[in-house]
């Protein structure tokens, strides 16, 4: 029974419409799949009751004859920053210790309305701050992969949606949410050989997802496969009264995109993405290669530009934090979470957030309170809202020549967790280089296995970006570098077969 | 004229974001933030005259408003649970009454 792990999820679903296995047990292979691989410590919290219940409910629908879900009766990982009715929720923080939300996010509803079944909070950087999964109050996560020339390096599988990407990756879920600032979603998914989609900001609701840059935050999905994306995506998006900013727009059946016809479809190469120094050269000859291959299935390949890609960054990193000092600003110790006494009411505060927040989170609190300072709001915060209106306006431009863009997902592959380039903040944020553009200007962009380093092994992801709600066109066009790319679309299984 | 990078500002962040910084992490934090907003200067090569801060990308939608009744309720309880501290359906906090 264990090889249902194996699985895609559109395989399951047909498995499970055929009525081969049911979700019971499709459930309880997950679950003794994440009993032996803890060693990857990609869940936070394993709930195999509630887990099962849900699966069984789900069986009775089906034997009934009763409405079914789009992923009906298919397990899923919930990244630890959804709030979950009744399921402890800390976005891996240990300001947030023993806290049991009394409500769901609408994209964790949204899956369980379509009847899949949650299998455990997922492994995160602490409030989604990192780009290695090393900033969680519960520790690194380990990726499953190795790098063929140093087999017992312990490799971080990207942030900050690591325990999800390891976990889907490793055949722990069938897919699982993540959640994309600057890349949480992208990274990951690139260093752990699977696909990640960060749909259109204002795509997925933001009610329950526990807030980080809320100018930059967005739900998306984490799969093995390009067709489970879009069932996923499918799954979880749409409008949503309770949050502001989404878009009260249909939501399509996106596996009608899955064509797999790109003839005529015009692919954008930007140059700047092409730096002579900070691009791994095997990433740059899987994203060579790739181009190549795409151009003979019939897509025509453009070099465009997009000249203010290196002031990404900066804006990103002025912007995001920023926003993080404003938004975790509630975390006192009065309503939820942990407290530490003091003499004063201000001192409790000061004690709570010292002893609760750890050394990243602190650091991007201290930065972002420092450029909203007098004397520092118009030259850095103005001037990033500024510069990011530029960012927008180029992809715009470029959006009248292609219709997508085609571009590395991270600079190099995954790296060991104490590689010293771990042990510097600057040099972190530089893995989110080919990320951050899209993310400031609220695109769609998904990352695609699309080959294996030469030198490693170990898998690279790239990115194809859209224009607002263009997920139709850049899963079509994901669909087909899966397609040419190779690589598998089976786990990795860690535990043994 | 912005306050200069030191001791001081970053005893000011201290309070304003209410994280105490041990005496001897001063120092550390006062080069970590030298060295952002040294790498973020770059910015000024930007020519951003008549450009409009940008808040948010989906700033072409209008806000929606929602209708003004109530939608839910009477979830006291379930509110207060996760507070640290609680008596009789209020959440403690220590006297700030002397």
Redesign the interface.
Do not use: C
């Given at each position: 029974m264990t090889d249902l792990v194996e699985l895609t999820m559109a395989e399951a679903l047909e498995g499970l419409a055929k009525k081969e296995f049911t979700s019971v047990e499709l459930t309880q292979a997950h679950l003794d799949e994440m009993a032996k691989a803890r060693d990857l410590n990609a869940y936070v919290i394993e709930t195999p009751e509630l887990a099962l219940e849900r699966a069984k409910r789900s069986d009775n629908r089906r034997s009934k004859g009763e409405k079914l879900g789009l992923m009906e009766g298919i397990p899923v990982g919930m990244k630890d920053l959804y709030c979950t009715k009744g399921v402890r929720t800390t976005a891996c923080s240990h300001i947030l210790d023993g806290f049991v939300p009394p409500y769901e996010s609408t994209v964790s509803l949204n899956l369980e309305n379509q009847g899949s079944v949650m299998l455990g909070k997922t492994n995160m950087d602490e409030f989604a701050m990192g780009t290695a999964n090393l900033t969680s109050y519960y520790g690194a996560v380990r990726n499953p992969y190795k790098d063929k020339t140093n087999p017992n390096k312990f490799l971080i599988p990207g942030g900050s949606s690591g325990g999800s990407a390891a976990a889907v990756a490793a055949g722990l879920c069938m897919c699982a949410t993540g959640s994309d600032t600057g890349g949480s979603i992208r990274t990951p998914a690139s260093f752990c050989g699977i696909v990640g989609m960060k749909p259109t900001y204002g795509r997925c609701s933001r009610y329950g997802m526990i807030a980080f840059a809320s100018s930059l935050d967005q739900a998306g999905t984490m799969t093995r496969t390009v067709r489970d994306t879009a069932i996923m995506l499918e799954s979880m998006a749409g409008y949503d009264p309770k949050d502001s900013t989404v878009v009260n727009r249909p939501v399509p059946c996106y596996q009608k995109a899955l064509t797999g016809d790109i003839k005529g479809l015009k692919i954008g190469i930007p140059r700047e993405y092409n730096p002579d120094k900070g691009l791994n050269s095997d990433v740059r000859h899987v994203w060579e290669q790739t181009a190549e291959k795409l151009r003979q299935a019939g897509a025509e390949i453009v070099d465009i530009n997009l000249p203010s890609t290196q002031y990404a960054l900066p804006t990103y990193y002025l912007i995001a934090p920023a926003e993080a000092s404003s938004n975790l600003a509630r975390y006192d110790g009065v309503k939820y979470g942990l407290r530490v006494d003091g003499k004063s009411l201000d001192e409790m505060y000061t004690n709570t957030r010292t002893a609760g927040f750890g050394k990243e989170v602190k650091r991007r609190i201290m930065i972002g309170t420092c450029v909203l300072l007098e004397g520092y709001y118009e030259t850095c915060y103005l001037k990033a809202q500024k510069v990011r209106r530029l960012l927008c306006k180029e992809f715009d431009d470029a959006y009248k020549k292609v219709d997508v863009i085609l571009a590395p997902a991270a600079p190099e592959t995954a790296f060991g967790k104490d590689d010293d380039s771990t042990k510097d903040p600057l040099k972190m944020q530089l893995y989110d280089v080919f990320t951050v553009p899209s993310s400031l200007a609220g695109l769609p962009a998904i990352s695609v296995p699309a080959g294996y380093s030469e030198t490693t092994g170990l898998p690279i992801g790239l990115q194809v970006i859209g224009n607002k709600f263009c997920e139709e066109t850049i899963l079509r066009v994901a669909g087909v570098i899966e397609s040419v790319s190779g690589m598998s679309i089976r786990p990795l299984r860690v535990g043994g077969k | 004229?912005?306050?200069p990078i030191d001791k001081d500002?970053?005893k000011?962040?201290?309070i304003?974001?209410?994280?105490?910084?041990p005496e001897e992490n001063t120092e550390e934090?006062v080069t970590?933030?030298k060295?952002?907003?040294s790498?973020?200067d770059?910015?000024?090569d930007?020519n951003?005259d008549d450009?409009?801060?940008?808040?948010?990308?989906?700033e072409d939608?209008d806000?929606?408003e929602?209708k003004d009744e109530i939608t839910d309720g009477d979830?006291r309880d379930?509110?207060i649970?996760?507070?640290?501290?609680q008596m009789d359906g209020y959440?403690l906090?220590?006297k700030?009454v002397e």
């Open positions: - | 004229m912005p306050m500002m970053v000011r962040l201290g304003l974001s209410r994280l105490s910084i934090m970590e933030i060295k952002i907003i790498w973020v770059q910015l000024k930007v951003t450009v409009l801060p940008m808040n948010s990308v989906v939608m806000l929606p929602r979830i379930a509110v649970k996760n507070a640290p501290d959440f906090v220590p700030v």
